[in-house]
C-alpha cells in the first residue's frame, strides 16, 4: 500500500483475483447476511469474501478452498459499510489514536481529522512520519490541511506559509482545504489563500467552509472562490440554502452544538426529498460526549427522526466518500473495498455488534478485540513538556480595564472590570476571575479577567488550549501559583487547585494537549473535572470547551490571545502581550 491510498500492488491484485479463480482462499467469508447495497439503495443477501484487507468477492457463491479461512455465519444480521467521521477534532484531551480505536468499536471506522494541533507541535517532516503511523492502523485516518489558525499567532508566517500548506495539501493523506475559519480574509482581498483554496481544487480536494450565519450573498461568494463544503448551519432553513447553492452539507452532532435532532427532524416535516449531498459529523467533541460512540449515534438520530433507513446509513458512509473521492476505496460494501464492515441485529438499530477494521475484527459478537497496534510517540517527538521558566507573583499583576464576558461556553464580550484586581483572591461576591494566558516557553502573557467561569474556585490550570499556550484561571493568586508549579511537574495537563490544595489533576503527557491513556479512562476524569467545576459556580455544559476557543477569533467578540486582548470583528489588539 502507498499512503493511505490502499494501492495495492500488481502482485496484491492478482492474488485479489486468484480468490474468485478458487486457487487461493480468502481469509474471512461473511455468510448469509443482508447488505446494505448504497449503489442501487437495496438490502440483498450475499455471501462477502474477504482477503486481508479488502472485500474481494460478493454475491450468492461460497468460495472453493476453505481450509484456514473463518467462516462467520451471518443468518438474520444486516451489514452496512463502516461508519465515517467526516469532521474530526481527534485533540480534546484524547489522542488520535484512542479515538479512532474507540470509535472503531461503535462502528466508526474512518476518522477524516484536523491538522492543526500538529502544526504547532511539530514540523512538517515529523507530522508526515507520524501520519503513516497512523496508516498502520486498521482503521483508515486522512486528514485535513488547515489554511489558517482560528487565533492570532505572534508567528502566523512561520506556521501558514505557501510551502507549509501546499506540502500538506500534496500529502496522499490528506482529503481536504480547510476548515476556513478566514474567511472574512477572504472576502477582504486576501489572494495567497484564494491561491492555497485553487491549489486544493486544482488536487481534486474540497474545500470546506466555517461559514456560520453567513447570508445568501456571502454563501455565494464563498462557492464562486472554490469553497464546496460546509458544516456551520444551525437551522434547517440554512442547511436548504447551502443545498441549493450546490454546497455539500455536514450537519453536526456535538457537545456544544448538538443540532443535529433538531434539524433533521425540520427537513423531513418540510419533506427534503434528497440526502445525497447531507453528511454527519461531531465535530470534535469532548470525550464524555463519545461514550456511547460517534457516527453510530449520528445514524440512531437520523432513523429516529424519520430519514429514509438506507438515507440514514449513506450519510454516515457513501455519501462521506463520494465527497472526499475516496469512495473507489470506502463508503460501501462491494468488491475492491477495504473491509470495513458493520454487522448489525437489526437494520434500524444501527450500534453494531460486530464490527471489521480493515478486515480485523474490532469487537466480535458485542466483545471487544485488541488492536495489536501502539503509537511511540517520544519517537515522534510528542512529548511532556519541559519548563525552564518559574510562574512568580511577578507575572500575577493584572491592570487591563477591560475583561471578558462568558455569554455560554464559547462566546465572550467585553466588560469594564470595577472588581479590585491587585488583591490576592477575589471577592466571592461576583463572577470575576483572574485570566492569565501565558507563552508555553515561558516569554510572554497577558492579563485581564474573565466572569461567569466561576464563582469560588482557586485555579484552575491548563495546558490544553488554542495554541498550547497556558490558561490559567482562578480567585486566588496562591493558588495560581500551586496549580502552575504541579503543572510543571506533570509536563502538561489540567490542574485545579482550591484553598492550597489540589483537587484534581489529568496529565496530558502528549504535547501538553493530549492523555495518552484509554478513552474509558479519560471520559471518567472529564466527567469528575466537569463535576468539581460545576459544584464551584460554572454555569454552562462544557468547559473544556470554554478554555479551549478563549483564543479562538473565528468567533465573537473578543478574545486572549498570543498577541494580546483582541477586538475580533475590528481585528485590533486592544492591549497587547507584555514580555516578561
Known sequence: MVENGYHWRNRELREHVAVIDGNVAPTKVLTNGVYLNVYTKQWL????????????????????????????????RYLVPGYIEPHAHPFQ???????????????????????????????????FSLMEEFN???????????????????????????????????????????????????????????YWMQEANRLGKPVEGHLPGASEGTLNKMKLLGVTADHESMTAEEVMT???????????????????????????????????NLTMNTDGSTPAFYEEGLMNVCVAIAIEKGVPLIDAYRMASYNV??????????????????????????????????????????????????INSQLD??????????????????????????????????????????????LGQLPETNNDAFLLLIDRNGKWRVNTTIRGFTKQLGAIASTYSTTGDIVFIGKNKQDILLASNRLQELGGGIVVVHEGSIIFELPLPLGGIMYDG??????????????????FGYPYGDPVYSILFLSATHLPFIRVTQRGIIDVKKKEVLFPANMR
Open 136 to 194: 498502520k492502523l486498521p482503521i483508515s485516518m486522512y486528514w485535513w490541511a488547515r489554511f489558517d489558525s482560528q487565533t492570532a499567532l505572534q508567528d502566523e508566517e512561520e506556521i501558514f506559509n505557501s510551502e507549509t500548506v501546499l506540502s500538506w495539501l500534496e500529502n496522499q493523506s490528506v482529503v481536504q482545504g480547510g476548515e476556513l475559519t478566514a474567511w472574512p480574509s477572504l472576502l477582504r482581498g486576501d489572494d495567497r489563500l484564494l
Open 45 to 76: 443477501k450475499a455471501n462477502i469474501w474477504i482477503l486481508n484487507d479488502r472485500i474481494v468477492y460478493v454475491g450468492d457463491k461460497l468460495p472453493e478452498q476453505t481450509n484456514g479461512v473463518e467462516l462467520v455465519d451471518c443468518e438474520s
Open 93 to 127: 484531551l484524547y489522542n488520535p489514536e484512542e479515538l479512532a480505536k474507540h470509535a472503531a468499536k461503535f462502528g466508526t471506522t474512518t476518522l477524516v481529522n484536523d491538522n492543526l494541533m500538529w502544526l504547532f507541535l511539530l514540523d512538517k517532516k515529523k507530522a
Open 518 to 535: 484509554k478513552m474509558d479512562d479519560l471520559i471518567v476524569k472529564e466527567k469528575e473535572l466537569k463535576r468539581i467545576l460545576k459544584s
Open 242 to 276: 447551502r443545498l441549493r447553492l450546490g454546497f455539500q452539507v455536514g450537519l453536526r452532532y456535538s457537545s456544544i452544538r448538538p443540532d443535529l435532532p433538531e434539524i433533521l427532524e425540520e427537513l423531513v416535516s418540510e419533506g427534503i426529498n434528497t440526502y445525497e
Open 321 to 370: 466518500a463520494k465527497h472526499f473521492r475516496f469512495d473507489d476505496e470506502l463508503g460501501s460494501i462491494a468488491p475492491g473495498k477495504i473491509a470495513h464492515i458493520n454487522i448489525l441485529e437489526d437494520k434500524v438499530n444501527p450500534h453494531p455488534v460486530s464490527v471489521l477494521a480493515g478486515g480485523q475484527w474490532v469487537k466480535k459478537e458485542h466483545v471487544e478485540q485488541t
Open 377 to 422: 510517540w517520544q519517537k515522534h517527538s510528542v512529548e511532556p513538556l519541559t519548563f525552564d521558566w518559574t510562574l512568580t507573583e511577578n507575572d500575577l499583576q493584572f491592570s487591563i480595564p477591560i475583561g471578558l464576558d462568558m455569554i455560554n461556553e464559547v462566546i465572550i464580550k467585553p466588560y469594564a472590570i470595577e472588581t479590585d484586581v491587585t
